[in-house]
């Protein structure tokens, strides 16, 4: 999945680049895409304090451009974008992240505690920390330690501590990486900024 760089000179910029009725994104970009490739889309605009990566796809190609057509899974945070543009949304109540996160759908095993081992998918990774779903979320502070197949590689291992939860509709927990110089977040921060550095991400 090849990484694309979205740029917005201003907030009316991106409120008018985004197609509500078609629901997609009009990206005026000299990159060329073929109908249907998959693309992840970094976007940025003023006073935006993070450049949040969304997966999409290109669903026409355009004079001067692209249109785009985010993912569902990445649909809420597209929303969250649009109230942060309109204003909907104050940047002074937003987090700002010290590490980008990168969208996933990466095979974990996790084990909390030293309990037993449960299988599970990371939904969104960056150097550090990470969302790992699950039905019943445990409580945070909690030790958790993570074999985290990344490509083909041999899955990385790294532990951290829950950091929050999240409960309803797609419950999970964030992990909030420990030991920064182990092994496995040093071939973590490899990967990632490999990534990054390639354009090229297939998480």
Same mark, same amino acid.
């Given at each position: 999945?090849?990484?694309?760089?979205?740029?917005?000179?201003?907030?009316?910029?991106?409120?008018?680049?985004?197609?509500?009725?078609?629901?997609?994104?009009?990206?005026?970009?000299?990159?060329?895409?073929?109908?249907? &490739?998959? #693309?992840?889309?970094?976007?940025? /605009?003023? %006073?935006?304090?993070?450049? +949040?990566? @969304?997966? *999409?796809?290109?669903?026409?190609?355009?004079?001067?451009?692209?249109?785009?057509?985010?993912?569902?899974?990445?649909?809420?945070?597209?929303?969250?974008?649009?109230?942060?543009?309109?204003?909907?949304?104050?940047?002074?109540?937003?987090?700002?992240?010290?590490?980008?996160?990168?969208?996933?759908?990466?095979?974990?095993?996790?084990?909390?505690?030293?309990?037993?081992?449960?299988?599970?998918?990371? &939904?969104? #990774?960056?150097?550090?920390?990470? /969302?790992? %779903?699950?039905?019943?979320? +445990?409580? @945070?502070? *909690?030790?958790?330690?993570?074999?985290?197949?990344?490509?083909?590689?041999?899955?990385?291992?790294?532990?951290?501590h829950v950091a929050w939860v999240r409960a309803g509709d797609n419950p999970g927990f964030g992990v909030e990486f420990d030991a920064a110089e182990s092994p496995g977040a040093k071939k973590l921060r490899t990967?990632?900024?490999?990534?990054?550095?390639?354009?090229?991400?297939?998480?």
């Amino acid at each position: 999945m090849r990484l694309l760089t979205l740029a917005f000179p201003s907030q009316g910029d991106f409120l008018a680049a985004h197609d509500e009725k078609s629901g997609t994104l009009l990206a005026h970009t000299k990159t060329e895409a073929t109908k249907g &490739e998959a #693309l992840l889309v970094e976007i940025a /605009f003023p %006073r935006l304090p993070n450049r +949040p990566l @969304v997966r *999409a796809h290109c669903s026409e190609i355009v004079d001067g451009g692209l249109r785009l057509r985010v993912d569902d899974a990445d649909a809420s945070t597209l929303d969250f974008l649009l109230k942060i543009a309109r204003g909907d949304v104050s940047v002074e109540s937003t987090v700002h992240r010290e590490h980008k996160r990168f969208p996933s759908a990466l095979s974990v095993e996790y084990t909390l505690d030293a309990g037993a081992a449960m299988i599970s998918q990371v &939904e969104d #990774l960056s150097i550090g920390g990470c /969302f790992v %779903r699950a039905h019943r979320p +445990p409580a @945070v502070g *909690a030790l958790v330690t993570l074999d985290i197949t990344v490509l083909d590689e041999t899955p990385v291992h790294v532990t951290g501590h829950v950091a929050w939860v999240r409960a309803g509709d797609n419950p999970g927990f964030g992990v909030e990486f420990d030991a920064a110089e182990s092994p496995g977040a040093k071939k973590l921060r490899t990967i990632l900024r490999r990534a990054l550095g390639t354009g090229e991400v297939d998480l």
